[in-house]
């Protein structure tokens, strides 16, 4: 079963407006970590954000936040006042065993995000 | 603060030939991992480093793949023989406590 669900595979946004990429993921640990990267198309992965599965608040970074919903078990990132340089593909990961640098990171498929001027 | 460095960034060989890969973690950072992300897919761990010692390699094929990271710094992943399949990208990351930081990757191309 997948672990990490990204159902859209582009989405297209006019710049200066905000848009919501969608992440679902599938775990029965308690403790558990959520990240977001961008991979523009230079190849390398950028970190965005992160959200623990205790932290009560949504996490913001800038502009970006995530929209974290523990029951759904959905972690959307909302990316505000998009700008031409947003454009790239965006990955949703998981981190089981929360805590430390231990656990390798589990990656959804991905969203392809097209900023139009 | 340097980043991930990796090298090459690109490169072309036939099926059977054999390759390596290098990476070199940002300084400090005991915790290094080899990622393979085929094309339209999310990264894929092959393998994580604890300093020199293997934490994961249940993802690694190791009848082809092999992967060390002399004195817990820089790390090699080598593949012998490669196989069409194996074109991909390699990206190296390495992290201290909770965010990964990446490496630019190496495009592998198999003719």
């Known amino acids: 079963a997948q672990k990490i669900t990204q159902t859209q595979p582009g989405m297209f946004v006019q710049e200066k407006e905000a848009v919501t990429l969608d992440c679902t993921y599938d775990?029965?640990?308690?403790?558990?970590?959520l990240f977001w990267y961008k991979q523009p198309s230079s190849g390398e992965m950028i970190f965005l954000i992160y959200?623990?599965?205790?932290?009560?608040q949504n996490a913001t970074e800038g502009r970006y936040s995530l929209n974290f919903q523990k029951a759904r078990k959905s972690a959307n990132l909302v990316i505000s006042a998009s700008q031409l340089g947003d454009s790239a593909m965006y990955f949703c990961a998981m981190r089981e065993r929360y805590g430390g640098s231990q656990g390798n990171l589990i990656f959804g498929k991905g969203t392809k995000l097209s900023v139009k001027p | 603060e340097a980043g991930v460095a990796q090298s090459p960034r690109y490169k072309i060989i036939e099926k059977r030939q054999s390759v390596a890969f290098w990476c070199n973690p940002i300084s400090g950072h005991a915790t290094l991992y080899w990622y393979q992300q085929i094309l339209g897919q999310g990264p894929k761990l092959l393998i994580q480093?604890?300093?020199?010692?293997?934490?994961?390699d249940s993802q690694l094929p190791k009848d082809r793949f092999s992967a060390e990271r002399l004195k817990g710094v820089d790390s090699t992943l080598k593949i012998q023989p490669a196989k069409l399949e194996d074109s991909a990208v390699y990206l190296c990351?390495?992290?201290?406590?909770?965010?990964?930081?990446f490496g630019p990757g190496t495009r592998l191309t198999v003719t």
């Open positions: 775990t029965s640990d308690q403790s558990y970590g």
């Open positions: 959200q623990g599965s205790y932290d009560e």
């Open positions: 990351a390495s992290s201290h406590f909770r965010e990964q930081y």
């Open positions: 480093f604890q300093n020199n010692g293997v934490v994961d």
